[in-house]
């Protein structure tokens, strides 16, 4: 069943083409990876579907669970079940970790989310979500919230929500969990090590898509375009 489709996706800032025509779509439960290097429009498009203020399309439609929701503002995108990790990891000062969790699950439960995120209870929940805080134990106490909301679609953009923090390794684990929660991800990276986690991929090149598939065959596909840096032209298949 699909979840969310993008159909024929333009968005233009200042005359300049960001993205151009791009169609995509996502499977409900699905980790679906976009990979593409800097300057490629990969964040812009993150920011489309989460519909952060200024970012509509152009031209194309957003549609989830059959609903086109480009019209819609960004709490009524969450309410739909659609979340984001964002760039700076969470710093309140004065709040623990506990009643920051709380705020998005029952307290009961916020051990529990804490332990997927690989971070002990125990030393965690009293703790303040300040600056005594490193940004990696405040990326994974982000990512337990994120988890607490149960969303149907979570956006996890490595190189603008800060999971860049965290290994290969943790990031194959929080990813696991999002699969156990019945979330669908998409992921946007510019690392074919982390485009493997995936079900499927996707490559994203001077704004709209150019391969689609197994995420290796498009990982080999990328590397075998040197798309290292994006040059504003887009490979021959």
Known sequence: MTLLELKDIT????????????SCSIAAGEVHALLGTNGTGKSTLAYLVMGCEGYRPTSGNLV??????????IHERAQLGITMAWQEPVRFEGVSVRDYLALKSREADTAHYLEMVGLSPDLYLTRMVDKCLSGGERKRIELASVLALHPKLAILDESDSGIDMLSTQD??????RF????????????????ALIADRASQLCRGGIVCSGSPRDVAEYYKSRKCLVCVGEVCDA
């Not at 989830?64 to 503002?73: A, Q, T, V």
């Open 11 to 22: 968005y233009v800032v200042k005359g300049k083409p960001i993205l151009s025509g791009l």
């Open 64 to 73: 989830f669970e059959g609903r086109g929701i480009n019209d819609l503002k």
């Open 179 to 194: 699969k156990q929660n019945s979330a669908a991800v998409l992921l946007i990276t510019h690392r074919e090590e982390i």
């Open 171 to 176: 990031i194959i684990h929080v990813i696991n």
